[in-house]
């Protein structure tokens, strides 16, 4: 990281529960690993128990392990009904790239419900609950001109499809969403503030859909991110920053880059598209419908 920010930064989170969600592998591990090393109670929500066990296990402090898959609607409802008590924050970092388009039980698109409207839904379920926080990982991907919101065809089932497109379109809906959220949360008055993140280009999350590689050996391999992009560590530093910096809710935190790829966390800028309330509200409604759920502030 180039910036002096550090995880020491977070100080005593003794007493403090938080939901991460994919924590299993890359920023979400690390988020985990150092929320728990910082004294946090971290609910691990993830899609295989045995392997988040086994993180579980590795890492130091207090955690406890909750079943969620984000891209089976039922597995989201049932998830708040698998653990008692409120939360200070939750964590949406869950997300995926899709090696190729297939459609969930629930017949979404697969990167669309995993990165967006699974998370969007466990948000709403979930809000009476949370005390304080809400972070949603965003990307730079989506200023990418191919990072475009269908709203006559969400689900792209007339529109080719293409995994990176799909992967910034879902990401684009996290950022509206993000800018839908805080304005909501603003004229509520509530005392809940929400972030967005962008966690630089990581290995492991162009690499990897939940654990299973999907990115093939011609398509770079593992070195040039590894030298261009952060390692896990560096990419949880945003979300990590949210925390531990006095910052005003709606804001989004990148890398400290011109490329935006590698590098500690700071302030960033977003695209125009993502900044578009009309849009925003578009989507929430979009959101609302297809998932059943709302937001009750």
């Known amino acids: 990281m180039t910036s002096n920010w550090s995880p020491t930064r977070l100080g005593n989170l003794s007493g403090k529960r938080i939901i991460v969600t994919g924590a299993t592998n890359g920023v979400g591990l690390a988020t985990a690993r150092e929320l728990a090393k910082a004294g946090a109670h971290v609910i691990m929500a993830v899609r295989n128990l045995e392997l988040g066990a086994q993180r579980a296990a590795e890492m130091s402090g207090e955690t406890s392990l909750v079943k969620l898959d984000l891209a089976d609607q039922s597995s989201v409802r049932a998830f708040p009904g698998l653990f008692e008590g409120d939360v200070d924050i ?11 388009r297939t459609e969930t039980v629930d017949g979404f698109e697969i990167t669309l419900a995993t990165n967006f409207l699974g998370p969007f839904a ?16 965003g990307s730079d991907r989506h200023k990418h001109k191919s990072s475009v ?20 379109r879902s990401k684009l809906a996290v950022m509206l969403w993000g800018l839908e959220l805080d304005r909501r949360l603003r004229a509520a008055g509530s005392p809940v503030i929400s972030q967005l993140t962008h966690p630089g280009w990581v290995s492991s999350n162009l690499l990897k859909m939940s654990d299973t590689r999907v990115m093939s050996a011609w398509h770079w391999g593992q070195w040039v991110p590894k030298m261009f992009g952060n390692d896990p560590e560096a990419g949880a530093a945003p979300t990590l920053y949210c925390i531990s910096e006095p910052i005003a809710s709606g804001s989004y935190v990148g890398i400290d880059s011109l490329s935006g790829l590698k590098g500690g966390p700071t302030l960033a800028g977003r695209a125009a598209k993502a900044c578009d309330y009309e849009a925003a509200g578009r989507l929430w409604e979009l959101a609302e419908k297809e998932t059943g759920t709302t937001l009750h502030v």
């Open 90 to 100: 939750l964590i949406n970092n869950a997300g995926a790239i899709a090696p190729r």
């Open 149 to 168: 919101i269908a709203f006559d065809d969400p689900h792209l089932r007339a529109h080719k499809w293409s995994r990176y497109p799909a992967y910034g």
């Open 122 to 137: 466990l948000t709403n379920l979930l809000f009476d609950r949370v005390r304080s926080q809400i972070i949603n990982v």
